[in-house]
């Protein structure tokens, strides 16, 4: 189906290769799964597959790429438009229409589908992907992870042979992955779709994938089966951490198969985890607060507080009012009754430098806070704000997110490498309060860990709260403190992180699915546990 032979490439006034000699044929009906690295190339071999590369991005490509017996070389990406049907990283750039069912329906009344054709696939797609509900709203009043199951509803409506997703679960909660990914499967195995995406969260997807093509950074691939790459790979998901850190024998890429592989460790008795929370100096107090969206309801009359020093994470499913939550803790968003307090103050009150200094904010959409031609020129302004010696914020960004060009222009970056740009910019400030709204999104293993390290250091160092709203688990488990969880607008669970998770099924990580009865949450906590006990 798709054939890449002896493809090269190269960006301008770059120094690196993105590809060199790639040979490898995809069959149909295949899933592959794209792993590298944060800003390693991904994005560019999912859009060499409908020519987006290098028609509208620029660059050096040798060698060819045909899907179905056509050339992208010779064909530009709208003369396979009925071929291959592609979901980017940010869904919301590629939205043409401001409505959920006429944004489906566009890409088919642009070929002159027939009325019934286009009746009866947008109601297929709506229902395939749990959208009917929304299906009238307008696509900027929906959450991040919404936004991202239209665009894929607007792809799949096409019937395309072939589907390419960049970060397909990136911004959806656990059980709207699980019914994306299992979307997919069904197109795979009943259809015979062959499915390319590119992943960072390798824990939701490679029990799915039939082969990998591993970037590795340096122009090179590698590509087999999951067992072969993630055998030898340094990104591997908790799954293969437990298997290493365990010396099993072999390893599964499902909680069903390691379960078998770690009975005997599950067996051994081990002494309580104290799960209790600390009481801590409320920085962050919240009232009473609802938050309407005409006769919507985002949030109905929540109350919390959040101390000094802690990590909180928000959690819940796509929808739930997690970003309404931030936005008006953050001040930027009114609340239709109820109050907010940041120590003490109310932060819609916050501004200029004292706004900066009290409050680090990561929007959904990091760009929205980017506005100079380079990176560098981000990182100099940072440090003149925050007062800090040249190059601190650069210095942090390098560690974060290795080989970015400081002379890139941040939107040339890729969604994770302009992500790292951001939280070095606002970490780099030491605000009293950080505020981040899915800051993982599009960030590899290795800059997860330095990030995680680097927000647990800030909060013990400097007593300072974080709260994130995240879907994605693993993080939660390996930093929160505390979880809240969001339903429909109110807070339906508020405990300590091993507390909240193992009780919810959906939302546990993959080692608490694994080693269930036990109560660890990490490989970490397993290894701990087991060394006390040996």
């Not at 490509?61 to 530009?76: M, Y």
């Not at 974080?466 to 390996?478: G, I, N, R």
Request: aromatic share 4%; hydrophobic share 45%.
């Amino acid at each position: 189906m798709i054939t890449f032979s002896n493809v090269s490439l190269i960006y301008p006034h770059s120094t690196k290769t993105v590809l060199e000699d790639l040979n490898c044929e995809i069959q149909e009906g295949e899933m592959v799964l794209v792993m590298g690295h944060t800003g390693s190339g991904k994005s560019s071999l999912l859009r060499l597959i409908n020519g987006l590369v290098p028609h509208h991005t620029g660059g050096i490509l040798a060698g060819d790429i045909s899907v179905d017996g056509l050339s992208t070389r010779e064909l530009k990406p709208g003369a396979l438009a009925h071929l291959v049907g592609i979901v980017g990283q940010n869904p919301i750039n590629g939205f043409v229409t401001d409505v959920v069912e006429e944004e489906i329906a566009f890409g088919m009344e642009a070929l002159n589908f027939p009325p019934d054709v286009m009746r009866k696939r947008v109601e297929e797609v709506l229902d395939l992907l749990s959208l009917n509900a929304v299906r009238a709203r307008a696509i900027s009043s929906l959450s991040g992870g919404e936004q991202q199951r239209v665009a894929i509803a607007a792809a799949l409506v096409m019937h395309p042979k072939v589907l390419v997703l960049d970060e397909p679960t990136s911004a959806l909660d656990p059980i709207a992955a699980e019914e994306v990914l299992s979307v997919l499967h069904r197109l795979v195995h009943d259809l015979s779709v062959t499915v390319i995406m590119a992943e960072h969260r390798l824990e939701r997807v490679i029990q799915f994938v039939d082969r990998i093509i591993y970037i590795e950074g340096n122009g090179e691939t590698s590509i087999g089966s999951a067992e072969e790459i993630l055998s030898k790979s340094e990104l591997v998901p908790p799954i293969i951490r437990l298997a290493r850190a365990l010396n099993l024998n072999e390893f599964g890429t499902s909680v069903r198969e390691v379960r078998r592989l770690t009975a005997d460790v599950r067996g051994i008795a081990v002494a309580e985890i104290d799960s209790a929370t600390r009481v801590r100096t409320p920085a962050i107090e919240v009232d009473s607060l609802t938050v309407k969206y005409g006769d919507d309801f985002a949030l109905r009359g929540v109350s919390t507080s959040i101390g000094k020093g802690e990590i909180v994470a928000l959690m819940g499913r796509n929808g739930a009012g997690k970003s309404s939550l931030l936005e008006t803790i953050v001040g930027v968003l009114k609340p239709s009754s109820g109050a907010v307090r940041v120590y003490q103050q109310d932060p819609a009150e916050l501004a200029g430098k004292s706004r900066r200094k009290r409050i680090g904010y990561v929007p959904q959409e990091p760009s929205d806070l980017l506005y100079h031609q380079s990176v560098r020129q981000e990182c100099q302004e940072a440090d003149l704000l925050a007062g800090l010696a040249s190059g601190t914020t650069l210095s942090f960004l390098d560690k974060l997110v290795p080989r970015i060009s400081h002379d890139a222009h941040p939107h040339d970056l890729s969604e994770g490498q302009r992500l790292a740009l951001v939280l070095s910019i606002v970490l780099s400030g030491n605000p009293q309060l950080l505020i981040l709204d899915e800051p993982t999104r599009g960030l590899d293993y290795q800059a997860k860990s330095l990030f995680t390290r680097a927000l647990k250091e800030y909060a013990s160092t400097l007593n300072y709260p974080v709260l994130l709203a995240t879907h994605d688990v693993e993080l939660v488990a390996e930093l929160a403190d505390r979880v809240i969880f969001l339903a429909e607008g109110e807070i339906v669970a508020d405990g300590s992180t091993l507390d909240v998770l193992l009780s919810s099924p959906a939302f546990a990580p993959q080692v608490a699915k694994i080693m269930s009865p036990q109560p660890w949450l990490t490989v970490d906590h397993v290894v701990s546990a087991l060394a006390e006990k040996l």
